[in-house]
């Protein structure tokens, strides 16, 4: 009778991770999990500008529907914030849970008045400049991070409707419209936005 023979193989010997290769493992996994993070961090931020715009936007359609109307009767560099508040003519995220403020007679805001917020949680402020020419309705935004405000600061010069802005010096820099700082260098607009802890942007646009 014939015989059969199976070749058998040899089995092979499960391994377990040594303690160096886990830690190799852990090592790449955390790089990748930080770079993904840093990501996120980063488009998020890039939104918060890009949400300030609309808000800018919005806030500035309102205010010259008003000056289209009736004007405002107020003193140059009067805060008229409220005006706005009372119009609505601030994003329904940007108000306080109940915010509330009394205009004075001129349409001007009082102290005890509660600001809007913006995207970066600092105030926001709205001014009439009545003195200049043409006249100008004034929005700023506080309270933000040197980034913050080279990226919402790129954002206004790239914006056609505004015609003046501030960075934390109270120096105006006009823009294309008037024919003023146009040529402003990304290492410009980083320099004026470091020059302060609490950062604000001013960005103006015609009145009416």
Not at 15 to 31: Q, S
Not at 142 to 168: E, H, K, W, Y
Not at 176 to 183: R, S, V
Request: aromatic share 8%; proline share 5%; net charge neutral.
């Amino acid at each position: 009778m014939p015989v059969f023979r199976r070749n058998l193989k040899p089995v092979k010997e499960n391994r377990a991770f040594t303690l160096t290769e886990l830690a190799i493992v852990l090592g790449v996994v955390g790089i990748i999990v930080a770079g993904i993070w840093t990501a996120a961090g980063s488009v998020s931020q890039s939104r918060k500008a890009e949400l300030a715009m609309e808000e800018l936007t919005f806030i500035i359609s309102g205010y010259q529907d008003i000056y289209k109307a009736r004007g405002i009767d107020t003193t140059d560099w009067g805060d008229v914030t409220c005006t706005g508040l009372s119009n609505g003519y601030f994003s329904q995220p940007m108000i306080p849970s109940g915010a509330s403020c009394a205009c004075q007679a001129d349409g001007t805001t009082p102290s005890s008045c509660t600001y809007p917020i913006n995207p970066w949680g600092g105030g926001v402020n709205v001014f009439s400049l009545k003195g200049n020419s043409p006249q100008i309705v004034d929005v700023r935004f506080g309270g933000l991070s040197t980034t913050d405000c080279v990226r919402f600061a790129s954002l206004i010069f790239a914006n056609a409707d505004i015609i003046r802005q501030n960075i934390n010096d109270n120096t105006p820099h006009t823009l294309p419209p008037l024919g003023g700082d146009a040529a402003l260098t990304s290492v410009q607009i980083t320099s004026m936005c470091a020059g302060s802890t609490n950062n604000y942007i001013d960005a103006g646009a015609r009145a009416r």
